[in-house]
């Protein structure tokens, strides 16, 4: 049997429009980042998508993001696993200001190595398989960095150029291991 997941990220929020790093630091959505996230809604309505379950991280911007989806409707369970990377002393800072953006590959050691965010999310995503039944679907809203690298470190899909604000990915497992279904971007054209 199978469980599905599918994987969304928060839609727009205010330091993405000024171009800050978020990391664990946390910015509320704005304007634009809430109609991004109904027209994901409306999506899945429209693709008669159904959760069984739910779970978010445990930052405003994913569990808002998460009721939006549900119209408020539907019990979650909130995951400090789902957190975004933390970028150490860059957190609220512009995001020019980040080490790769001038070819430095030394990454400041405040921040979260890659290695321990993506073993992060893979426990996060074995807490949501093991809390649903095969068969079932669950919705799993968090944040493009660590959703991005789980996605490119646990399956085929190695080129995966990342998630817009309120983007898709379904998984399916039949197992451990991750089957990447499709990308999708309801909202891509929200302005």
């Not at 150490?88 to 080490?99: K, M, N, S, V």
């Amino acid at each position: 049997m199978t469980k599905t997941i599918y994987l969304v990220r928060h839609g727009q929020t205010y330091f993405n429009y000024y171009h800050k790093v978020q990391g664990r630091c946390d910015s509320p959505l704005n304007e634009r980042g809430i109609r991004q996230v109904e027209k994901t809604r409306d999506y899945f309505k429209e693709n008669e998508v159904k959760f069984d379950k739910a779970f978010s991280s445990t930052q405003e911007r994913a569990s808002d993001t998460l009721e939006i989806i549900t119209d408020h409707q539907m019990p979650y369970t909130r995951l400090k696993d789902l957190r975004e990377k933390s970028y150490g002393i860059f957190e609220g800072r512009d995001e020019f200001l980040l080490p790769w953006n001038y070819g430095n590959t030394n990454v400041d050691p405040t921040m979260e190595p890659n290695e321990e965010v993506v073993a992060r999310m893979k426990r996060g995503i074995r807490e949501v398989l093991d809390n649903i039944e095969d068969g079932e679907t669950a919705l799993v809203v968090g944040h493009g960095d660590i959703l991005a690298r789980y996605v490119r470190s646990e399956t085929d899909e190695k080129d995966f150029s990342g998630f817009g604000n309120a983007s898709v990915v379904k998984l399916t497992f039949d197992g451990d291991k991750p089957h990447f279904e499709y990308y999708v971007w309801p909202a891509e054209d929200v302005q």
